[in-house]
Nanobody, 124 residues
């Protein structure tokens, strides 16, 4: 059974930083694997934040570019999201996702596996 497990969420003031982590269990990582972070706030659709591809390439949503950094520890098969200069609009539930043969990277429908999410709250 495949499981993705996020951790690292919390509450911070605007301008602060958080680091999210996503561990995987039961998932076979391959050269076709892509992983990504998505987020969803109440009343809004889930949106792609950052994606990592097995060739090492990354992709970011415009709203987080320059502030967030996605990375993967291949030895541990964990995905991280370093979030700096956080803003109140970054407040959301953050989800980790994994899949193979991902084309668009930041589209929810392409990913097969999802974690339960970790809450990030940024206050003024």
């Amino acid at each position: 059974q495949v499981q993705l497990m996020e951790s690292g969420g919390g509450s911070v003031e605007a301008g602060g930083s958080l680091r999210l982590s996503c561990g995987t269990s039961g998932y076979t990582h391959s050269r076709y694997t892509s992983m990504a972070w998505f987020r969803q706030s109440p009343g809004r659709e889930r949106e792609g934040v950052a994606a990592w591809d097995s060739d090492g390439s990354t992709k970011y949503a415009g709203s987080v570019k320059g502030r967030f950094t996605i990375s993967k520890d291949n030895a541990k098969n964990t995905l991280a999201l370093q979030m700096n200069s956080l803003k109140p609009e970054d407040t959301a539930m953050y989800y980790c996702a994994a899949g193979e043969y991902i084309a668009s990277k930041l589209e929810t429908y392409e990913y097969n596996y999802w974690g339960q999410g970790t809450q990030v709250t940024v206050s003024l």
